[in-house]
């Protein structure tokens, strides 16, 4: 997958490459004032958004000089340079659902934009085709850590195929946007993106979404057995426990699933496990006797679960702004909008933060830094107070002869 | 020769730095705030429900995820003198790690008081967050891990940063910033005087009492280079003057009159305006990077006589001084 890194340097590249005039390298004073008060100010409130408002159109006609001079500026204010903002700013907004509200990239952009976004779509949806839950048989499940793993990776492959799915639309509308006369510029590999067939990689994604999609219930469909099971048998109060928060989830998913098939909102199934007539009876029936065994350690059990995704979401959970600090502006306007974060796609272990190296959580304590974050901002403002000095008659006397 | 028609205006300009208003709506931002709060919804309700035996099942859950451990004595790195709040420890330096649901529970309220503290005016923002008797000692762990985390960084960095900051030699923003840091420290220290204060001995309470008096005054003096800095603000005088001059000998003026009576003259009203900058100086609450004795007017320049009708128009009020 391209990493943020080299994104970041692709667009540094961009800044380089846009020189036009590399003679003028003093900063004009409306540049200086957009830097000073537009960009920086943007980036230190880890607003994406406002920093790709700023920052496209300042590109546009930036030589080497400028931004070196721009660079420099920066990091008088702590701030990265232009490309690394830019490019962090722009991969955020394609990330997370902030992009309606975006700027279109400019020519400049799309040209180096579209082809490493297009080789990140590629290596998604070969990663997506070798998965290990995408094996035939699928894999076997013996105890809840097995099931429990086996669905937290069913549900990462999920949202990244979702996710590329989006930003695939997105690169195939930017693509169509490139000037004819840009494209004749193009390199190899350049090329190979902007002519790519875009309509059949989506056509793609929905046919492995579905896939993962059926994959999913039938995993859940194995767990409820195995949950009814113990639930029936083990007087193991922590088995007990997994147990009936296992089977109330599963049951729930399921019938969710078979209903949304019902009504269209997902294609028929192909897998033969979900065709059984006979399956909908049998999972009711499973179901109710689990929740019969369980008793009030259902209500208890959620509590205690749903408790531990929401601490691991806090704990883990990485946001698109202020270095993974912040959600977005987005997030602000509602409480299903205050969801949005980005997950480690496998079980973190925690490390010894005093060991040195690789943190994670990447946040030893999230209060150690967020301090950091300021969002408000200096203003004029003027007063303006005007006293008449002194009035006379101000009629002038024109007259229709010379004397 | 005389002049028949004039009004004179000044008009003064002054120019204030001013901040934006805190929107404490802005703690819904920070990753962690909506998490954490749900994560305790659920986990105090549980915690009514429970009973030992189910509690032991629990902490066994917890203590058998890894992803759920919480690793403790992290205010070591920043430790460089002795302290009658920390135990002394010769340890190599590393962290210990900690497993269980009080440690859970424990560091999300910790978090979310945090964030309230920083971020909201919120008065004791920790008694938001107040832990149950079953998490009680992790909570003051973490509480006071925290606290001696932030003391030491800020005194890690009286020669340095914190230095500058509190001289108010850096722009406002880094001020805000520090601002901010200290108010958290000193929230921290509250809750620890709080939760703790019956079991600290004589000297830990007069350690807490003294890092207390020493945060104070660093806020004390970040709050008033902030001040100082709001206060500065620029003064431009604007002298305008509408006016009209006719060059006329008395036998010219009584000709003139004559012609009115007679009605074979007009009358018409006619008007110029010329513009005078006189800058008036900078005060600047004593934080002027201005050298004295060279006050700039509004478009920056020095000095600012001018003539009529030569100098620039007037700018924008809304522009900004500098």
Redesign the interface.
């Known amino acids: 997958m391209l990493s943020r890194a080299s994104l970041s340097l692709a667009l540094m590249m961009l800044t380089a490459l846009s020189a036009s005039d590399v003679s003028a390298a003093a900063l004009s004073r409306g540049q200086r004032a957009t830097i000073l008060d537009q960009l920086i100010p943007a980036y230190?409130q880890?607003d994406s958004l406002a920093v790709v408002r700023v920052s496209g159109p300042l590109s546009r006609r930036l030589n080497t000089a400028r931004v070196e001079a721009i660079d420099a500026l920066l990091k008088q204010?702590d701030a990265p340079p232009l490309g690394t903002l830019m490019a962090e700013a722009r991969l955020a907004l394609t990330d997370q659902d902030g992009v309606s509200n975006s700027p279109q990239p400019n020519p400049v952009e799309i040209k180096l934009i579209v082809p490493a976004l297009y080789t990140r779509v590629l290596k998604i949806i070969e990663w997506a085709e070798k998965h290990a839950v995408m094996a035939e048989p699928m894999p076997a499940a013996r105890d809840f850590d097995e099931f429990e793993l086996t669905l937290w990776n069913t549900h990462v492959l999920q949202n990244q195929l979702e996710a590329t799915g989006r930003l695939t639309e997105l690169i195939a509308g930017w693509a169509e946007k490139l000037p004819p006369r840009m494209l004749e510029d193009l390199d190899a590999e350049q090329a190979i993106a902007f002519r790519a067939d875009y309509e059949e990689l989506l056509a793609r994604f929905d046919l492995l979404s579905h896939e993962v999609q059926q994959r999913d219930t039938e995993i859940r469909i194995r767990r409820l057995e195995f949950a009814a099971g113990i639930l029936a048998e083990s007087k193991n109060?922590?088995e007990?426990?997994?147990a009936a928060f296992a089977l109330d989830l599963d049951a729930r998913v399921i019938d969710a699933f078979f209903v949304d098939v019902a009504e269209g909102d997902i294609k028929p199934v192909t897998r033969e496990r979900l065709q059984d007539p006979e399956l909908a009876g049998h999972l009711q029936q499973i179901a109710n006797q689990g929740r019969a065994h369980a008793g009030?350690?259902v209500?208890?059990a959620q509590?205690?679960f749903?408790?531990?995704?929401?601490?691991?979401?806090?704990?883990?959970?990485?946001?698109p702004?202020?270095w993974?600090?912040?959600?977005?502006?987005e997030?602000?306007k509602s409480?299903s909008d205050?969801f949005s974060?980005y997950m480690p796609t496998e079980?973190?272990?925690?490390t010894?933060?005093?060991?040195g190296g690789e943190s994670v959580p990447e946040y030893?304590?999230?209060?150690?830094y967020?301090?950091?974050?300021?969002?408000?901002?200096?203003?004029?403002?003027?007063?303006?107070?005007?006293?008449?000095?002194?009035?006379?008659?101000?009629?002038?006397?024109?007259?229709?002869k010379f004397? | 020769m005389g002049?028949?028609?004039?009004?004179?205006?000044?008009?003064?300009?002054?120019?204030?730095?001013?901040?934006?208003?805190?929107?404490y709506?802005?703690v819904?931002?920070?990753?962690?705030y909506?998490?954490?709060g749900?994560?305790?919804?659920?986990?105090d309700?549980?915690l009514e429900?429970?009973d030992d035996?189910?509690l032991?099942?629990?902490e066994?859950?917890?203590q058998g995820?890894?992803?759920?451990?919480?690793?403790t004595?992290?205010s070591?790195?920043f430790q460089t003198e002795p302290s009658i709040l920390a135990d002394s420890d010769n340890s190599p330096?590393?962290?210990v790690?900690r497993r269980g649901f009080g440690w859970?529970l424990a560091?999300?309220r910790?978090?979310l008081g945090?964030?309230l503290a920083?971020?909201t005016d919120r008065q004791q923002p920790f008694a938001a967050v107040r832990p149950s008797r079953y998490e009680l000692p992790q909570y003051a762990d973490l509480l006071l891990d925290?606290l001696q985390?932030?003391y030491w960084?800020l005194k890690q960095e009286r020669d340095g940063q914190l230095k500058q900051v509190v001289r108010g030699n850096v722009?406002?923003?880094r001020l805000?910033?520090y601002g901010?840091?200290v108010m958290?420290t000193r929230a921290f220290l509250q809750a620890v005087a709080t939760i703790m204060g019956g079991e600290l001995s004589p000297n830990q309470a007069a350690e807490l009492r003294t890092w207390d008096d020493q945060l104070n005054e660093v806020q004390y003096a970040v709050v008033t280079s902030i001040s100082s800095l709001l206060a500065s603000q620029t003064t431009v005088q604007q002298?305008s003057s509408?006016?009209?001059t006719?060059n006329a000998c008395g036998a010219?003026l009584r000709?003139?009159d004559e012609?009115?009576a007679a009605g074979?003259?007009?009358?018409?009203?006619?008007?110029q305006t010329t513009v005078n900058r006189v800058p008036v100086g900078t005060s600047s609450g004593g934080n002027s990077n201005r050298p004295a004795g060279a006050p700039r007017g509004a478009d920056g320049r020095r000095g600012g006589q001018g003539f009529p009708g030569r100098n620039p128009p007037p700018r924008n009020?809304?522009d900004?001084?500098d």
């Not at chain 1, 030893?364 to 150690?368: K, L, S, W």
């Not at chain 2, 002049?3 to 934006?20: A, F, I, M, N, P």
């Not at chain 2, 749900?38 to 986990?43: P, Q, T």
């Open positions: 230190q880890g204010h109060k922590k007990r426990f997994v009030d350690l209500s208890k509590l205690l749903k408790g531990i995704h929401w601490w691991t979401r806090g704990r883990y959970g990485s946001g702004d202020g993974g600090l912040l959600k977005s502006m997030s602000l409480e205050q974060l079980t973190p272990i925690p010894d933060p005093l060991a030893d304590r999230r209060h150690h967020t301090w950091g974050w300021e969002d408000r901002r200096i203003y004029s403002a003027v007063n303006t107070n005007t006293t008449v000095v002194s009035k006379k008659n101000t009629t002038v006397y024109s007259m229709s004397y | 002049t028949v028609g004039s009004t004179d205006t000044t008009v003064e300009r002054t120019y204030s730095k001013h901040l934006t208003e805190r929107n709506d802005l819904r931002r920070l990753v962690g909506y998490e954490y749900r994560a305790l919804e659920h986990f309700t549980l429900q429970v035996q189910e032991a099942a629990i066994e859950i917890i995820r890894d992803e759920l451990a919480v690793y004595n992290l070591r790195r330096l590393k962290g790690e859970v560091l999300a910790v978090e945090a964030m920083g971020f925290g985390t932030h960084a722009p406002i923003q805000l910033v901010r840091r958290l002298r509408t006016y009209a006719v010219l000709a003139v012609e009115l074979t003259a007009t009358v018409n009203n006619f008007e009020p809304n900004r001084p």
